[in-house]
């Protein structure tokens, strides 16, 4: 068993190093990133024993493993604890001095998309800056989540989702849910926890979802539980014939928990089509992501599932959109499930009660100037010609107009009234509520090809039969 186990590995290792992620057409100079063949620099590989110092029976078991970067830049910094008592602090060290890099060019995104992101990008901040005064006016009930410096992963990352796919949103992902078709209406009602709220006022935080028309899964605020959820999606809708995307995310804290594990690494074996973004944004809570965990980068446990990972720059539009593009094709193709990591930062506190004080100063300065939003402007604007002055301030003014009317209309709606509010009642569904019933058609169970080492591997409803 040990010798066949190795030979499946190397398998999984070839298929992972072919992750069908190309670099971007335009690039034609090699960025630093890149090799001379214009594909991205694999980051921590393994190097195998193609020149071995000892040509041993251990050196000969050696394997590669690529993890596609598609930066245009790697910062190396380092947060460290200094002090004690009463002085303890994070510090930083590292080079903190680059200016931030361009944008990648997209392989797929037209002009049109890329505004359409942008324009996403703009309302889920200004939503956010809303949330904000709502909270400070007393009119929040709860807290308030943001996603200050992620709205590029949220955004891009949705924008790939096809009609059939699903959106698995965790609390800072207000911009997925966005695009995926809730008005900022909805999110400011939710967070009020208004009568005609998402959820009729039974929940005052961002715990909701549409599975009858936005094919949206409802957070699940246990760290890498929607990771399951979305498997869960993705099986059933291929036991009815239809290979969908799963899109969902976890942090770089949530990356850590025991189920994250146990649902990739089921995702992986049955070839699921989970596409999990793991947000790195460098905090979980005030653990410094260099407190988290011991591997360089986070995209590199891909490779233990034996699923393909790759790394983007998450304030970087482009790169996530491409790389989520690519995964989703892969998931539609029944191919499995992929790895994105998007490296970021958090640039509030873990929500509004948190002021984020033990973040050091330069840090935050180094990721103010990769701005997802500041930069993807400066791209349509200046580098691509894409939007003149005159239609960027339209369309600020135009994204201010509609979060203007929907705020007024949230604040304007009615607080719940259990008492004349019959329809509502319950917070669990029960046999009345709601139909459930097969999506995308009558359940078929097929067996699976024949895997390459020679197990016939068949699907769950066979073995529910
Ligand atoms: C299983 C589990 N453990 C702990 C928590 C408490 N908790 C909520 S958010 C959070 C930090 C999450 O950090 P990260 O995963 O990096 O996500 P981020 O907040 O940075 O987006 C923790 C520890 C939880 N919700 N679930
Ligand atoms: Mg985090």
Not at 405 to 423: I, Q
Request: glycine letters at 8%; one cysteine or more.
């Amino acid at each position: 068993m040990p010798h066949k186990k190795r030979r499946s590995s190397v398998t999984t290792a070839k298929k992972t190093a072919k992750v069908p992620l190309a670099p971007a057409k335009a690039s034609k100079t090699p960025a630093p990133s890149e090799q001379a063949d214009g594909s991205p620099k694999p980051t921590n590989a393994t190097t195998p024993t193609s020149a071995p110092a000892r040509d041993d029976s251990a050196s000969s078991s050696l394997r590669c493993y690529n993890i596609p970067d598609y930066r245009l830049e790697h910062p190396e910094f380092r947060i460290f604890m200094s002090g004690e008592g009463s002085s303890l602090e994070y510090q930083v060290e590292g080079d903190l001095s680059a200016t931030a890099p361009p944008i990648r060019e997209s392989k797929y995104l037209s002009r049109e998309q890329c505004v359409a992101i942008y324009r996403w990008m703009l309302l889920n901040r200004r939503m956010e800056v809303a949330l904000e005064n709502l909270y400070k006016q007393g009119k929040v009930v709860g807290g308030v989540y943001f996603g200050l410096g992620q709205e590029g992963c949220s955004c891009a990352s949705a924008y790939a989702l096809g009609p059939d796919d699903w959106l698995g949103p965790m609390i800072r992902n207000q911009g997925a849910m966005l695009v995926r078709g809730f008005s900022a209406r909805d999110i400011m009602r939710q967070y009020m926890a208004k009568g005609d709220s998402p959820t009729w006022g039974r929940d005052a935080s961002s715990h909701f979802g549409d599975f009858q028309r936005r094919n949206v899964c409802a957070p699940i605020s246990m760290l890498g539980e929607l990771i399951g959820v979305m498997n869960g999606v993705c099986l059933g809708a291929r036991l009815q014939g239809k290979n969908v995307a799963g899109l969902t995310y976890v942090g770089d804290g949530g990356q850590s928990t025991g189920v994250t594990y146990e649902s990739l690494n089921f995702a992986a074996v049955q070839k699921l089509g989970l596409v999990l973004i793991v947000e790195n944004n460098l905090w979980g809570y005030s653990t410094p992501a260099d407190m988290q965990f011991n591997v360089k980068d986070l995209a590199e446990r891909a490779i233990a599932y034996g699923i393909p990972g790759v790394i983007v720059d998450g304030t970087d539009s482009c790169q996530v959109y491409d790389a989520t593009h690519e995964a989703c094709e892969r998931a539609r193709r029944g191919e499995g499930p992929t790895l994105i990591e998007a490296k970021m930062m958090r640039m509030k506190g873990h929500a509004i009660h948190d002021a984020a004080q033990y973040v050091p100063a330069k840090l935050l300065e180094y990721w103010r100037a990769r701005d997802p939003i500041a930069r993807f402007e400066n791209y349509l604007r200046n580098e691509k010609g894409w939007l003149t002055a005159e239609d960027d301030q339209k369309l600020i003014d135009d994204v201010e107009r509609e979060l203007e009317a929907d705020r007024e209309a949230a604040v304007a709606s009615p607080m719940p009234d259990p008492a004349t509010d019959k329809t509502h009642q319950g917070v669990y569904c029960d046999p009345s509520c709601h139909e459930i019933k097969p999506k995308y058609g009558p359940i078929v169970a097929k067996p699976r090809e024949i895997s390459s080492s020679g197990t016939k591997v068949e699907e769950a409803a066979v073995h529910l039969k």
